[in-house]
């Protein structure tokens, strides 16, 4: 094995045992001690209004896109009212949940990243706990519950932009019927698939709260130290989200009747 490897072998599994020990002091955190809900809907509003334009944007252009392609290639099997069914399932049981974590992670991972990396390159952190407060405690805990509990809903408004974008681009510019394309979506897209997108959603925003917080935790002394972290943190969420959906996938399949 080269020097390179053994290198991103060792950080590898670094940030991963960071990462473990980070989830274990934010649980802890969370049941021993009573979080500052004014900082938690703070961070609510900084990661959940502040991403809706982003995320509903990602969601219509989305559903309008599948919907096109779909709708190209039912249309040789005369298929066209199947078109929305199949936008719905994919966008909420995939490429909700999915898209709107990468664009999430793209804004307020970065953001986390950059926020905590530049408090611990000017000594806030340290400061911190000369006065007896953990970091994780004040820093880390508001942004990982507001994480969780933005994150569905997040989603859920994407999911619904892009199937009624999906609608207007079927019936308005391909012509589908509107009664058939409506009562196959219902038809086919069952409960499981909206479980299974809004599960994915919490593990998403948890994954992108630890590894943000994680880099900023744990930056390197200066200015290239904190884009180093802010650059990681983006990198890390993406990746993680998508090797990630992969397993949720074939789990969730199987656990869901």
Same mark, same amino acid.
């Given at each position: ?145 507001? @994480?969780?509990? /933005? =994150? ?6 994407? %999911?619904?932009? !892009? $199937?009624? +974008? ?24 069952? @409960?499981?698939? /909206? =479980? ?6 919490? %593990?998403?925003? !948890? $994954?992108? +709260? ?48």
């Amino acid at each position: 094995m080269t020097s390179s490897a053994k290198q991103f072998a060792l950080e590898w599994f670094s940030g991963l045992g960071r990462g473990a020990a980070l989830c274990r002091d934010i649980f802890a955190s969370i049941f021993k001690i009573k979080p500052v809900w004014r900082d938690v809907l703070y961070q609510m509003y900084f990661i959940g209004v502040k991403s809706q334009s982003v995320v509903t944007i990602t969601g219509a252009f989305t559903g309008m896109v599948l919907c096109a392609q779909t709708y190209f290639q039912f249309h040789k099997v005369k298929m066209d009212t199947a078109t929305l069914a199949v936008v719905s399932v994919g966008m909420g049981s995939e490429l909700g949940p999915v898209l709107t974590s990468l664009m999430v992670a793209g804004r307020v991972g970065a953001a986390i990243a950059a926020e905590l990396g530049t408090m611990r390159v000017t000594e806030q952190i340290d400061a911190l706990r000369t006065l007896a407060t953990h970091p994780v405690d004040f820093l880390v805990v508001p942004r990982f519950l507001a @994480m969780l509990l /933005v =994150m569905p809903l997040l989603t859920a408004g994407s %999911v619904v932009v !892009g $199937i009624f +974008a999906a609608f207007l681009v079927g019936v308005c510019l391909l012509g589908i019927n509107p009664t058939y394309l409506w009562y196959n979506m219902i038809h086919y897209t069952n @409960m499981d698939d /909206v =479980m299974t997108g809004m599960i994915k959603t919490f %593990v998403f925003g !948890g $994954i992108i +709260a630890v590894i943000a917080c994680d880099k900023g935790l744990n930056c390197p002394q200066g200015a290239e130290g904190v884009g180093r972290a802010t650059t990681e943190a983006v990198v890390y969420s993406s990746i993680t989200i998508l090797i990630s959906n992969f397993f949720l996938t074939l789990v969730l399949n199987r656990l869901l009747p």
